[in-house]
């Protein structure tokens, strides 16, 4: 395990397309059991679900890690060796001041740097609902974190809760109506 961070790095990126990026694990995570630990957190690195930081001059990209897989290959003393990486969806922008925006406008280029993030990073996108402490649920990837919606937004508009008979609608009814943080 490394020491205490708010990020670590942890590959580069080898492919960015319009719909996700593609990122080399560096050689020192490749192993089963490549553990670090981020905002005293221990996170195993390209979890599926875990979020990474992609960062390249004044980019400061959020994405979740959504695949994971493995080639192999030989060396030129013809030795097998293994290259593991990330598919990563993005999901916004850390901006300067720390807030977030959704979506991205700023892309990087191949050998952009991919960090692992807790937290802390991770928490920008959802901070500024936490005022409202009307929360759905939590994070997969961080169970002790939950979310909020702006319930004036949620309830102010029409919506429709569908479902089988006892697949739990008049629950999820009553969990909204009585949900707090």
Not at 2 to 27: C, F, P
Not at 46 to 67: C, E, F, P, T, W
Request: hydrophobic letters at 40%; glycine letters at 8%.
């Amino acid at each position: 395990m490394s020491t205490q961070s708010s990020s670590v790095l942890i590959g580069y990126l080898s492919e960015i397309r319009n719909n996700g990026m593609d990122a080399r694990i560096a050689d020192e995570y490749i192993k089963d059991t490549s553990r670090i630990i981020v905002d005293n957190e221990e996170i195993l690195v390209g979890h599926l679900g875990s979020y990474v930081a992609i960062r390249q001059a004044n980019i400061n990209i959020l994405a979740v890690v959504v695949q994971m897989w493995e080639v192999n290959r030989f060396d030129n003393a013809d030795m097998r060796k293994t290259d593991r990486f990330i598919a990563l969806a993005p999901v916004g922008e850390i901006l300067d001041d720390g807030t977030f925006s959704r979506g991205v406008t700023h892309y990087p280029t191949s050998g952009a740097k991919v960090y692992a993030v807790g937290i802390t990073e991770v928490s920008a996108i959802f901070s500024k609902y936490q005022k409202y402490k009307f929360c759905i649920g939590q994070l997969s990837s961080h169970k002790e974190y939950h979310l909020g919606l702006d319930p004036q937004v949620f309830f102010s508009r029409h919506f429709a809760i569908v479902g089988q008979s006892g697949s739990g609608k008049s629950w999820t009814v009553t969990k909204f109506n009585s949900t707090s943080c």
